[in-house]
């Protein structure tokens, strides 16, 4: 199933999100004692992770019963702003009293290869049974359709096995990790963020694909039983016809 919801701005936005994340936590540590979710990296979601370190919903959330995992993560050092790792500890885990082994970041200090082989032990160990099974999937969308790192034309669009693989943008001085949407289609519900006139254009080809034939990566994730829901802004929506949910 695929939802729809448009948002006034990134703020209304990431209070829906934010919203949703805690619902989903405590649905999921009531049911299943635990809650495992997927954090997009990028820009977007940064508000949203802010208004979960916040009242009223930081004190909402079981946090102790959550674990934390990334999409993906550039290879780049510990300390490099363009970690996806940093800016989430910066915006939501720095600000709350959690166990180490609660949170599975990316170890792309390491060789490329190396960091997603690690990544990849590391989810099998989490998610003993298989397949893994993230009780919620941030995801962001590049302007040219990326998501995760996902990137257009890597053979990590290929990839129909493992779970992790290396990707690298042209010019870009640094390799990326990613998860493949192998992994990321087993979700039991996945959410794009999307905001911003710069992703009108794509948002539009995605949600109004001319064939069947995924033109980006992003249309790779179908997920296989869970839900696939679009949040995004009035100004990505705005090359959109036609009604759909809207908050
Ligand atoms: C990354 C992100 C990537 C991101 C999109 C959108 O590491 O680059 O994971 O997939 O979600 O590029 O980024 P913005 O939210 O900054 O537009």
């Known amino acids: 199933m695929t939802m729809l919801h448009q948002f006034v701005d990134l703020e209304a936005l990431s209070r829906a ?5 805690a619902e989903q936590a405590r649905a999921a540590v009531t049911s299943r004692g635990r ?6 990296g990028g820009e977007t979601p940064r508000r949203t992770y802010e208004l979960l370190a916040e009242e009223p919903l930081r004190s909402a959330i079981p946090w102790d019963r959550i674990y934390f995992f990334w999409g993906d993560e550039r290879c780049v050092s510990a300390k490099d702003p363009k970690r996806n ?14 166990q180490p082994e609660q949170v599975h970041p990316i170890r792309s200090a390491l060789a490329p290869e190396q960091a997603a082989a690690d990544y990849d ?3 099998h160990r989490f998610f003993v049974s298989s397949p893994p099974r993230f009780d919620l999937a941030f995801l962001g969308l590049g302007t040219d359709g990326h998501t995760a790192s996902l990137l257009p034309g890597s053979a990590a669009l290929e990839e129909k096995v493992r779970w ?3 990707t690298r943008r042209h010019k870009e001085p640094f ?3 990613t998860l493949t949407a ?16 710069d992703k009108a254009g794509v948002l539009q080809s995605i949600l109004t694909p001319a064939s069947d034939h995924p033109a980006f990566p992003a249309q790779l994730i179908r997920p296989l039983t869970g839900a696939l829901h679009w949040y ?10 036609g009604g759909h949910a809207a908050f």
């Open 175 to 177: 390799s990326r990790v």
């Open 17 to 21: 999100a934010a919203t949703l994340f």
């Open 85 to 98: 790792e940093g800016m989430v500890r910066r915006a939501l885990l720095d600000h709350l009293q959690i």
């Open 182 to 197: 192998p992994l990321l289609n087993q979700a039991a519900l996945v959410v794009f963020l999307v905001t911003g006139r």
């Open 232 to 241: 995004v802004d009035r100004q990505a929506a705005s090359l959109l016809t």
């Open 121 to 123: 032990a590391e989810l």
């Open 35 to 40: 809650f495992s979710v997927l954090l997009a």
């Open 164 to 166: 992790t693989a290396v």
